[in-house]
């Protein structure tokens, strides 16, 4: 199996783009852990590190990630937009607290199901979708 290195780097190659040591950072950042981030929270945990990369530099490489399949948009919140790695990650929907913003992740075939069987009336073909349900956790209801 490829690993989302070897991805990246090749798709940026195709395209003659640098596998840059910023990029490297971001992906390893992006990867060492499944999480839902938007830019600032990437920003900071970077820094955290030691990892002194610009926002700007991270707004342009998620587009980057996006289109080389392995980062998606989870969702957006609060005028804020989350991302998380999919490659290598099982799909998966989510519940969002809009409360304290905690993130549950769910799997349930039945979902996958149901849109089977409606893109299929339809004639459609997916190519991805979005099931997500906001609300209130255990501990904000
Ligand atoms: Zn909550
Ligand atoms: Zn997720």
Redesign the pocket.
Known sequence: MNTEKDIFKEYLMERGLKFTPERDAILEEVFGKHE?FDVEKLYQRLNSKGKHISRATIYRTIPILIDSGLVSE?MRFMDRIYY?HTYGHKP?E?MVCTNCGK?I?FNDKRVEKIIEEITKNHDFKSTEHKFEIKGFCKDCQ
């Open positions: 839902h989870a998380e998966h989510h993130v992740e």
